[in-house]
């Protein structure tokens, strides 16, 4: 059974405060993603990565940068939080099997950036 | 940027009544069309999806139908219960012959079943 798990569920940071989200996934996954979840919005990618230091810009990847030291961890940092940064963020990864492409995702942090 | 449109926003059923989410994309190169649904407190998890070389697929009550010439396909959902109730998205998707195909996501449908 894939297990996709983030770090914290709540996570309440000032602004201009620096912020890291971590994410671990335990099946070997090269793909591992970021998306921030809003009303209305849906998700929003914000980094990906395919291999272990190597890293993509989706489509909301200001004010964000990612890690990926080890194959199963991925980490999401704010570099300097700002209230627009209040979310919900969700860590997937990503398997591929033949004939279907299905990504599991962890359950999610909700951040409040006062 | 608005790849995906989905349809309605909001959407409160009966009870054994038919749930329909409709989904439409203007990038004809997706070749791969997925549901996720999220529970609250849970992230999203795969439910159904359907690949452009069929119309139809079904798996037990919920059924993907697909429409390429309209660049669209809906989500029914028959006999709806209450454990149905979540967050609906599709999510159709290219390059799925590489393994790392980015997701787009739709604005997301709450579903509700009523007694």
């Known amino acids: 059974d894939v297990k996709v798990t983030q770090s914290s569920r709540y996570l309440v940071k000032r602004t201009g405060e620096k912020v890291f989200l971590e994410c671990v996934q335990d099946m070997d996954h090269e793909n591992m993603f970021w998306y921030r979840q809003d009303p209305g919005l849906g998700l929003r990618l914000i980094y990906f990565?395919?291999?272990?230091?190597?890293?993509e810009k989706g489509d909301i990847p200001e004010g964000y940068s990612v890690s990926r030291e080890k194959k199963e961890r991925f980490s999401l940092i704010l570099e300097s939080a700002s209230t627009n940064q209040t979310s919900m963020y969700l860590c997937?990864?990503?398997?591929?099997?033949?004939?279907?492409?299905?990504?599991?995702f962890g359950p999610g942090t909700r951040l409040t950036v006062t | 940027q608005q790849q995906v449109k989905q349809s309605p926003q909001s959407l409160i059923v009966q009870k054994g009544g038919i749930s329909i989410i409709n989904c439409a994309y203007e990038?004809?190169?997706?070749?791969?069309f997925p549901w996720y649904q999220q529970f609250p407190g849970k992230g999203p998890a795969l439910l159904i999806a359907?690949?452009?070389?069929?119309s139809e697929k079904k798996e037990g009550r919920f059924t993907i139908s697909f429409n390429k010439s309209a660049k669209q396909f809906s989500l029914h959902i028959m006999d709806s219960q209450p454990g149905d109730s979540a967050t609906y998205f599709c999510?159709?998707?290219?390059?799925?012959?590489?393994?790392?195909?980015?997701?787009?996501f739709g604005t997301g449908t709450r579903l509700t079943i009523i007694p």
């Open positions: 997937a990864s990503n398997l591929w099997a033949q004939g279907a492409h299905e990504q599991y």
């Open positions: 999510a159709p998707t290219l390059g799925t012959n590489f393994g790392n195909e980015k997701l787009t």
């Open positions: 990038n004809t190169a997706f070749d791969y």
């Open positions: 990565s395919y291999d272990v230091k190597m890293k």
């Open positions: 359907i690949r452009p070389d069929v």
